[in-house]
Structures are given as C-alpha cells and as structure tokens.
C-alpha cells in the first residue's frame, strides 16, 4: 500500500489580479511529495517556483484546485506548525544572539525556558554552530548566518522544511560546504524538504526529485526521479555519468520551457 504524499497539490491554479489586469502565476499545477523526500524546484526567474513554496506554506491562496499538508489544508498546516520555512536572506535580528534568533519563535509559542534552551542546544548541534550560540550574526560569516537561519527553522522540530534560495546569494564555495551539510542534516533528521534554486547543479546534488518548472504562466514542465543513492553523495559525485545525464536532463527540460523573447 503506498503512503499518502506529505504534500499532494492537484491542478492548483493561481492568479494575481493587478491593475494592468489578471496575471496567471501557476496553472494547472500538480505534485505529490512523500515522507522523507528532498524535492528541488528549478525553473527561469518568473517561473513561479518561489510562489508555489509560498502557496504551500500557506502565504499565497490558491484561486482554484487542491493543495494538502500532511493531510490537512495548507492555512491548517501552518497553524499546526507543520512546516519551518528558511528564506532567502537569513533574517536574523541584529540585537539578538544566535541562540536568541533562534528561540524567538519558541518564545511566541510558549515553550518553557528549559524547552527553549534544549530545542536551541540542539538545532545549534545539529547546523555545527554549537560554539557560535552567543556570538551576534554581525560577527557570522554570510554561511554561518544562513545556518542559523536553518536551525531556527527546525527549533519546533517540524516533519517539513521549506527553503527558499537559502544558498543563492552565496559564493561557490560556501555554497558546495552547506549543500553537504545540508545533505547531512536531511539525513539525520529525515525530513521533508522542498528546495527552491536557480542552480542545476545545486539541484541535482541535493534532491531525490527534482521538479523543472516552465514560465508564462508557471506550470510544470517535468519532474524528474533522481538514481543518485539517498545515503552518502560525496561532492565528487558532481563529477560521474550519472550525475551529468540527470544535470543535461535537466538542463534540456529548462531549454524547452523558456521563453527567449
């Protein structure tokens, strides 16, 4: 028997009512995501991938279809705190410690301060910032902050992550050691994850599905099944057959699907 999908959207449709007019954003769009997968979005700027994550995070409604979260709608979800989402700039606040950016949203929900300071010790743990817990994110590298941003979303320890470009204003470099980290913190923790990113490689590396995404309106052009194994996926990998005919698939679906004019 197959488990019902974490995330299932059918035929969800979005439109932007503006004053030059309606612009569809997403058209007829459908996905399941199971327990446990890492599903990356990838598509041209416009494409609407930054507005699906939102959609299923419950800050964009749908004008039709069906979008459930863990089997409840998305505005249920987000109340149930289901998901933590990381978004593309770290957020922290600048008059905060670390281990204070990270136990705001523990403090607005009412844990106690025995269960922040646990929850907080353990994300801190968890994104290798253990040491960093008293610094202020002025004194964090861009890498550093953004870890903290990933360990605030996990403070409430929900089964989903949604991340939003959390690498993308970051350099080559830094951004290839939190991929792996990021890698190894998914299979630590096993969580859902669906990944926004403008980069194949990134997208290739990380996802066990990554789903191609085509502009004007943003519907999906392809979702592709990734063979790369769920367990270790050295950065060497990058570099093997099946990794560059998974990035030329991807590749090719993006090429099909944007629009040059």
């Avoid at 149930?80 to 949203?105: E, H, K």
């Avoid at 590298?141 to 409430?156: C, N, P, V, Y």
């Avoid at 309106?217 to 093997?240: K, M, T």
Wanted: contains cysteine.
């Amino acid at each position: 028997m197959t488990a019902a999908p974490v995330i299932d959207i059918s035929n969800l449709d979005l439109v932007f009512q503006t004053n030059d007019g309606p612009v569809q954003a997403l058209k007829d769009v459908n996905l399941r995501i199971g327990k446990g997968d890492f599903v990356s979005f990838i598509g041209p700027s416009g494409c609407g991938k930054t507005t699906l994550l939102r959609c299923i995070a419950a800050l964009e409604t749908p004008t039709s279809g069906r979008l459930t979260v863990c089997g409840i709608s998305a505005d249920e979800a987000r109340k149930a705190r289901s998901y933590g989402y990381v978004f593309q700039a770290a957020g922290l606040y600048p008059w905060r410690t670390i281990a204070g950016n990270i136990r705001l949203p523990l403090e607005i929900m009412g844990y106690t301060r025995a269960e922040q300071q646990e929850r907080v010790q353990k994300v801190l743990s968890l994104v290798e910032l253990e040491a960093f817990g008293r610094k202020y994110p002025w004194q964090l590298s861009g890498g550093m902050q953004q870890r903290a941003s990933i360990a605030r979303a996990l403070a409430f320890d929900a089964d989903i992550l949604l991340m939003d470009e959390p690498f993308g204003a970051l350099d080559e470099i830094v951004r290839d050691h939190l991929n792996e980290e990021l890698l190894k913190l998914w299979r630590r923790t096993q969580k859902t994850i669906a990944f926004v990113t403008h980069s194949i490689p990134e997208a290739v590396y990380l996802s066990t599905k990554i789903v191609v995404m085509s502009p004007r309106p943003g519907r999906i052009a392809e979702v592709i099944e990734s063979p790369l194994p769920r367990g270790d996926r050295p950065l060497s990998i990058r570099e093997s057959r099946e990794f560059l005919d998974i990035a030329h698939r991807v590749r090719e679906g993006l090429r099909a699907g944007h629009a040059y004019d």
